[in-house]
T-cell receptor
Framework: GAVVSQHPSWVICKSGTSVKIECRSLDFQATTMFWYRQFPKQSLMLMAT?????????EQGVEKDKFLINHASLTLSTLTVTSAHPEDSSFYICSARGLSGTQYFGPGTRLLVL | GENVEQHPSTLSVQEGDSAVIKCTYSDSASNYFPWYKQELGKRPQLIIDIRSNVGEKKDQRIAVTLNKTAKHFSLHITETQPEDSAVYFCAASTSGGYNKLIFGAGTRLAVHP
């Protein structure tokens, strides 16, 4: 149990385009999901907390207008990187929190902006 | 806010030896401390966790200890095997709010046959 999927697994796009990443909890309902960014050989940096039916809570330094988060249902949260630039290239990972409080991670999305 | 420091950044051991990774946290309200293992290009996998009402927890070759007074917790891996080679992250969380996890910088463990 406690499976989290993420789509797409990788994406290459041109600078200036927008990219949408989906995070789904497959076998449990998650009122809270989290979005992280991980640069090579670095730790996971929390970007925002996504709550079903309400606005996301962003960490300091993360632009909410650039990283749009929508948590439309108890099993789906989306992250849209708007007007992506090369510096946005990274590994984006979501997690979903189960009833016990444990966070289960998705497989990640590798974004490359050319 | 919470800050988690993790040491060492790299650790190299011989197969069969023990490995110890240490973390300290700053927020005394933190009460949940998971450890994740991440292999290259893959998702972090929870390997063990501990809550603040417990001082030690063990699962086969893996154990975690927590010292609330000193605000530090450690991961112990005994009888290491080459497949234990990965990056290990500690994290800390409070029960209030949305339980967001603050991660340490990670430890790259290499187990040599």
């Amino acid at each position: 149990g406690a499976v989290v999927s993420q789509h797409p697994s990788w994406v290459i796009c041109k600078s200036g385009t927008s990219v949408k990443i989906e995070c789904r909890s497959l076998d449990f309902q998650a009122t809270t999901m989290f979005w992280y960014r991980q640069f090579p050989k670095q730790s996971l940096m929390l970007m925002a907390t996504s709550n079903e039916g309400s606005k996301a809570t962003y960490e300091q330094g993360v632009e909410k207008d650039k990283f749009l988060i929508n948590h439309a249902s108890l099993t789906l949260s989306t992250l849209t990187v708007t007007s992506a630039h090369p510096e946005d290239s990274s590994f984006y990972i979501c997690s979903a929190r189960g009833l016990s409080g444990t966070q289960y991670f998705g497989p990640g999305t590798r974004l490359l902006v050319l | 806010g919470e800050n988690v420091e993790q040491h060492p950044s790299t650790l190299s051991v011989q197969e069969g030896d023990s490995a110890v990774i240490k973390c300290t946290y700053s927020d005394s309200a933190s009460n949940y401390f998971p450890w994740y293992k991440q292999e290259l290009g893959k998702r972090p996998q929870l390997i063990i966790d501990i809550r603040s009402n417990v001082g030690e927890k063990k699962d086969q070759r893996i154990a975690v200890t927590l010292n609330k007074t000193a605000k530090h917790f450690s991961l112990h891996i005994t009888e290491t095997q080459p497949e234990d080679s990965a990056v290990y992250f500690c994290a800390a969380s409070t029960s209030g709010g949305y339980n967001k996890l603050i991660f340490g910088a990670g430890t790259r463990l290499a187990v040599h046959p």
